[in-house]
């Protein structure tokens, strides 16, 4: 090929490379909010690892009914750990207790949630603080599709030596209770309507 077709060649694959789409053809599909229309995988990095869930179409898919509550056995693993490897160990655990408590083919939520934690300790526990987002991240594309569907949040701490009165805590607690093991207990509802605070 003479160097003046080579330069054409050239030019020629330079401008198929750059060319726009045609204006007829049909637009790429888009998010407009309703849980039909997200992709069929989404994935997700936290901490260097990828998750991936399936968020499926209204057909044949159950849905997750609130409230939704479970049971983490054992310590939680403070955010500030230098151990990443421990801390993606216990979000990956949180992950699972609550895909135990699912049904079968249960896809995430994309309403607004109200979050409830509760750490059952034994020893000085981590801050409140500490322990949140862990859990948090954990339930992303399993409870619900997007941890910014959290709107209201209420982190507590209870000391297993100084209870009482546990006649009245919610079944799954004292079962819990019953086991002797440290846990966290975490529910999931249907936030209240939203109210300006109070002066």
Known sequence: MSCIGSILAIGFLLKIKNVEPHPLAPAPPRLRGGEQDFPPLRRRREGGEVYSAKIQSNKGVSKILLPFEFIVTGEPVSLQTNNRILLQTWK??????????????????????????????????????????PIIDGLNLVVYADDKQVTDL???????????NIQTIPSIIAQALANGELFVYVKIDVPPEPVELDK
């Open 92 to 133: 990956a655990k949180v992950r699972q207790a609550a895909l135990d408590r699912l049904p079968a083919g249960a896809s995430p939520t994309i309403t607004p949630v109200m979050v409830i934690i509760a750490y059952y300790y034994k020893r000085q526990p981590p801050d409140l603080d500490n322990i949140i987002k």
């Open 154 to 164: 209420t982190v507590k701490r209870r000391n297993l030596k100084l209870l009482v």
